[in-house]
């Protein structure tokens, strides 16, 4: 039986930043899909309501890439009673991703050996953080989820159960996500991982006895993903060519960037920055499986997948695809948003609805 671990688990890139109450449990190792093992994994998780008697109630929130397993603090409005996730009604779990820093094994963690992985941590694919949430699952009792959930890279494990675990979860609903990276997805975030790694202060990946850590590379890769968030007619409409009005000589704009790339510094780790955007690279459910197309026509289970008409990171032909292809998935969603990507996050009240008719079809 799995030992849960009481003691909160905080490291010099997490103290001082409040997350919330939270859980954590041994899953034991993990074998990876390039080979290599990841020993000892700690999986930090938070839950809303409360389990039934026949454990059928749970509900999986596959969180996205900079989320954590606080979800009513990244996905407003979403979690609570009469809300969406009702937690009156359903036992909502949301566990934070191997290659994390909030409190799931990740760069930032102690090794076995008693330091810190940084450099050594392995890469680990979509497919692992499922197999890890598995695991998880596995943990704390759960053998079957009413629902697996998640915008963006948790759409992509949302995936990835449907394919992998059909028996593990009755239905799935994927957000502003896909079935495959594409070229320009992979292209962008290696710009956004060579930003980091340029950090003067990266060393390789072995930072965490320094002073000064790799938050300036680490806040070029934020401004440069931030930008593929939005659409450009708010960044025009928003700012233009505001200047910021403080004598520094900066656009508006400009300002507005720098205050995203702050805000991450303080909750996250430029190690994990590149492990989720990596995984995020490899995804592909096609992968040793015949191909997306062969993949995606497995899928037994039904799939209510949710597009945003303005998304430039994720766009619209994406979500289609996925629809179209999976025999029991629901018409497309399409949520019309000023916000593009994260259209999952402001459009509350509309991707609330699509929820709620995920659960309605189980």
């Given at each position: 039986m799995s030992k849960e671990i009481t003691s909160q688990v905080t490291g010099a890139w997490l103290d001082g930043h409040d997350v919330g109450e939270?859980?954590?449990?041994?899953i034991g190792f993990l074998l990876l899909e390039n080979g290599e093992t990841l020993p000892d994994i700690t999986i930090a998780y938070q839950s809303w309501g409360q389990l039934s008697a026949a454990k059928d109630n749970a509900i999986l929130i596959n969180h996205a890439m900079t989320g954590w397993s606080d979800v009513t603090s990244w996905w407003p409005n979403m979690v609570g009673p009469g809300l969406p996730f009702k937690t009156n009604k359903y036992f909502i779990v949301c566990p934070n991703v191997i290659g994390g820093c909030q409190g799931s094994t990740?760069?930032?963690?102690?090794?076995?050996?008693?330091?810190?992985y940084g450099s050594r941590f392995p890469i680990v694919t979509v497919r692992d953080m499922a197999k890890a949430e598995i695991l998880f699952s596995d943990a704390i009792g759960i053998k079957k989820y009413r629902l697996a959930v998640g915008p963006s890279l948790g759409g992509m494990r949302s995936l990835e159960w449907a394919i992998e675990h059909p028996d593990r979860v009755s239905a799935i609903c994927t957000i502003g996500s896909s079935a495959v990276a594409t070229g320009d997805q992979i292209g962008g975030f290696s710009v956004q991982?060579?930003?980091?790694?340029?950090?003067?202060?990266?060393?390789?990946?072995?930072?965490y006895e320094q002073e000064i850590g790799p938050i300036e590379g680490m806040g070029i890769a934020r401004r440069i993903a931030h930008l593929t968030y939005r659409t450009e007619s708010e960044m025009d409409v928003r700012f233009g060519r505001q200047m910021q009005g403080d004598e520094t000589g900066r656009y508006a704009v400009?300002?507005?960037?720098d205050h995203q790339a702050d805000k991450l510094a303080k909750r996250f780790d430029a190690n994990t920055y590149i492990s989720l955007t990596s995984?995020?690279?490899?995804?592909?459910?096609?992968?040793?499986?015949?191909?997306?197309?062969?993949?995606?026509?497995?899928?037994?289970i039904p799939v209510v997948v949710v597009s945003i008409d303005t998304d430039r990171l994720f766009p619209p032909r994406l979500q289609v695809e996925v629809a179209e292809l999976v025999p029991q998935a629901a018409p497309l969603i399409t949520i019309s948003?000023?916000?593009?990507?994260d259209g999952f996050l402001v459009e509350s009240e509309a991707v609330g609805a699509a929820i709620v008719q995920a659960l309605s079809i189980i």
């Open positions: 939270r859980k954590f449990v041994k990740g760069p930032s963690s102690i090794a076995p050996d008693g330091k810190r991982i060579r930003a980091i790694k340029t950090d003067p202060n990266f060393n390789g990946g072995d930072y400009e300002s507005y960037l995984a995020m690279a490899s995804h592909d459910v096609g992968r040793d499986r015949g191909g997306v197309v062969k993949a995606l026509e497995s899928i037994n948003s000023e916000f593009g990507h």
